[in-house]
């Protein structure tokens, strides 16, 4: 079973911020939070991970907090296509450590 | 660099019958991982290949099999294909060490009639 929970669903307004939260009151002291998106039945998309450090890439931010029983993916300024189901999942820093995929939010970013 | 690519992207077969389906992951990746998504069950983790060796396997019945070749390509196959196997199949590459990061292909549809 996934150990993330996600709201199934969220909107956001093009060009706002779209914050993307996450709880993994488990997570473990080895693992990573990972962040993956899929548009409409394609590969899912690596966006970006952390262990406990705020992360910030060319496409978003991850916002963990300090206990790491939760974070929050940043988009800063939403596109439409950024509309995806957005996925968390935590994985342990050890070999051969598959991801385990839960529902993830489905994003919807609205003109 | 060129992505992870899947062969064939789409695939329509019959109950019974059996699919083999590639995968060439990105280059200078040696772990590939298999997955499978279906409206119901969503993704799930089916195995991974590293350096032609199976190093970890969902939760899957014995007719889902893999090998990975010594360049690192990857095959599956489903033998007596069920109409439940109807399915995007995904494999996903990376270096294959300690914490290394995913890299998912395009997927693979499969109807099974």
């Known amino acids: 079973d996934a150990k993330t929970t996600q709201p199934p669903s969220m909107d956001c307004a093009e060009g706002r911020a779209a914050n993307l939260p996450c709880n993994h009151s488990?997570?473990?002291?080895?693992?990573?939070v990972y962040w993956y998106r899929q548009i409409h039945s394609q590969g899912p998309q690596y966006i970006i991970h952390?262990?406990?450090n705020n992360e910030t890439n060319e496409m978003a931010s991850l916002i963990i907090t300090e206990d790491r029983k939760s974070s929050t993916l940043i988009l800063p300024h939403a596109t439409l296509r950024d509309t995806a189901v957005y996925y968390c999942i935590v994985r342990a820093d050890n070999y051969g450590q598959n991801f385990v995929f839960g529902p993830g939010t489905r994003l919807s970013v609205l003109p | 660099k060129a992505g992870v690519t899947q062969t064939p992207r789409y695939l329509i077969k019959t109950r019974g019958q059996q699919v083999t389906l590639s995968c060439s992951p990105i280059?200078?990746?040696?772990?590939v991982s298999w997955y499978q998504q279906t409206p119901g069950q969503g993704l799930q983790f089916l195995f991974e290949?590293?350096?032609?060796?199976?190093?970890n396997k969902g939760n899957f019945p014995g007719r889902f099999s893999g090998r990975q070749f010594s360049n690192s390509r990857s095959e599956m196959n489903v033998s007596t294909l069920e109409l439940g196997d109807s399915a995007l199949y995904l494999c996903?590459?990376?270096?294959?060490?300690?914490?290394?990061?995913?890299?998912f292909g395009p997927g693979t549809r499969l109807l099974v009639l």
């Open positions: 488990t997570i473990s002291g080895n693992e990573y």
């Open positions: 280059s200078g990746h040696r772990s």
């Open positions: 952390g262990l406990k």
């Open positions: 290949y590293f350096s032609e060796t199976q190093r």
């Open positions: 996903a590459s990376s270096f294959g060490g300690v914490g290394e990061t995913q890299y």
